[in-house]
């Protein structure tokens, strides 16, 4: 694994935050961003990468006593952590709708199943799979909505998300994806490759329940 400083530019930690915004950046990458540089034999990523699991494993009982058994987290170290948690909790934190998998998706997607023309939406992510924004993007006739990439990312960029997850309705009940989906899923997942913005899932959903290209496995 690379160190950062071995990194082009604009993958480092900070000038990532700098030109797409701290939701854009993976949970090693921010506790890359909060702490700077590691120590003499113990590179910076790797320590982020024991801390971020350290997160994800305490969570809100995380305590300094976690963070300084990690080699390279010294006592000013972790307390750059715990500070920044503790201002996040007090003046930042929200519900937020975190995305493990489809299911999570299908109750943000009850307004278009049932609809008699086509709806395409596009949900954008931040680095932790929360949602950010969930948009219809186009409206279609009955068997299909004209889609195009510079519509469906227009919003998501500017959302400065990392990712995201698409869907549609299909009024006539039929869960099986068309030739049209097909090529439509094709065009949108090449286009968030070029721009950096990773694509999830496509569902598509009708009254009688989903279908996942991702649980496919065509993503």
Same mark, same amino acid.
């Not at 997942?189 to 721009?195: F, H, P, V, Y």
């Given at each position: 694994m690379k160190n950062i400083k071995d990194l082009p530019a604009h993958n480092?930690?900070?000038?990532? !935050? +700098?030109? =797409?915004?701290?939701?854009a950046l993976t949970d090693e990458e921010l506790v890359a961003a909060i $702490?700077? =540089?590691?120590?003499?034999g113990r590179d910076l990523r790797t320590i982020s990468r024991s801390v971020? *699991?350290?997160? *994800?494993?305490? *969570?809100?009982? $995380? #305590?300094?006593?976690?963070?300084?058994?990690?080699?390279?987290?010294? !006592? @000013?170290?972790? @307390?750059q952590i715990l500070?920044?948690?503790? $201002?996040? =909790? *007090?003046? !930042?934190? +929200?519900?937020?709708?975190?995305? #493990?998998?489809a299911q999570d998706v299908i109750p943000l997607l009850a307004d278009i199943a049932d609809k008699k023309?086509?709806?395409?939406?596009?949900?954008?992510?931040?680095? @932790?799979h929360e949602v950010i924004e969930k948009r219809i993007v186009t409206i279609g006739l009955?068997? =299909?909505?004209?889609?195009?990439?510079?519509?469906?990312?227009?919003?998501?960029?500017s959302d400065r998300a990392a990712a995201v997850i698409f869907a549609h309705n299909h009024p006539s009940g039929d869960l099986k994806p068309s030739n049209s989906d097909l090529k439509i899923q094709e065009q949108l #997942?090449?286009?968030?490759?070029?721009?950096g913005i990773r694509v999830l899932d496509h569902l598509i959903v009708t009254k009688k329940g989903y279908y996942s290209f991702q649980e496919a496995g065509l993503i």
């Open positions: 480092r930690p900070r000038e990532k !935050l +700098k030109e =797409r915004g701290a939701s $702490l700077g =540089r590691g120590i003499k971020a *699991r350290l997160i *994800r494993n305490h *969570r809100e009982n $995380l #305590t300094i006593e976690h963070l300084t058994a990690v080699r390279g987290m010294g !006592l @000013a170290k972790a @307390a500070s920044a948690f503790e $201002l996040a =909790r *007090r003046y !930042l934190i +929200k519900d937020a709708v975190k995305v #493990t998998g023309q086509e709806h395409f939406v596009c949900i954008s992510l931040n680095g @932790a009955v068997d =299909r909505s004209p889609v195009h990439p510079r519509e469906v990312y227009a919003d998501v960029i #997942t090449e286009a968030g490759k070029i721009l």
